[in-house]
């Protein structure tokens, strides 16, 4: 079972991966974003809601996702777009979408402010 974490990381966390990927170190499937304000402007809740449409269903199109959602394919259009764009959706030849992992994992902590 693949799982994606989306998560939060400085670049030294996401260099620090990457140096452990040279060495031959697993890592498993990470999609990082600088900043929590940054994922929450990607992963809206429309966005997510289509992911958790996604997750395990296999390729599905536009259509369905629009019906699924109770929105227009238009928007679901868009919002396809900017989760292909993040690394969470690919497009499948014959026009279906998928989650190309079988659990999507989000992870990050809030410390106390400064």
Same mark, same amino acid.
């Given at each position: 079972?693949?799982?994606?974490?989306?998560?939060?990381?400085?670049?030294?966390?996401?260099?620090?991966?990457?140096?452990?990927? %040279?060495?031959?170190?697993?890592?498993?499937?990470?999609?990082? %974003?600088?900043?929590?304000?940054?994922?929450?402007?990607?992963?809206?809740?429309?966005?997510?809601?289509?992911?958790?449409?996604?997750?395990?269903?296999?390729?599905?199109?536009?259509? *369905?996702?629009?019906?699924?959602?109770?929105?227009?394919?238009?928007?679901?259009?868009?919002?396809?777009?900017?989760?292909?764009?993040?690394?969470?959706?690919?497009?499948?030849?014959?026009?279906?979408?998928?989650?190309? %992992? *079988?659990?999507?994992?989000?992870? %990050?902590?809030?410390?106390?402010?400064?």
């Amino acid at each position: 079972m693949t799982t994606v974490t989306i998560g939060v990381s400085g670049i030294a966390e996401t260099r620090a991966r990457l140096e452990a990927a %040279f060495r031959g170190e697993p890592q498993g499937a990470y999609i990082s %974003f600088p900043s929590v304000e940054l994922l929450w402007t990607i992963l809206t809740p429309q966005r997510w809601t289509l992911v958790q449409h996604l997750v395990g269903a296999g390729p599905l199109r536009l259509p *369905d996702l629009a019906g699924l959602s109770d929105r227009t394919i238009d928007e679901v259009e868009a919002d396809v777009a900017a989760l292909v764009k993040a690394g969470l959706v690919d497009r499948m030849p014959g026009g279906g979408i998928c989650v190309p %992992f *079988d659990a999507v994992h989000v992870d %990050f902590t809030l410390g106390r402010a400064a």
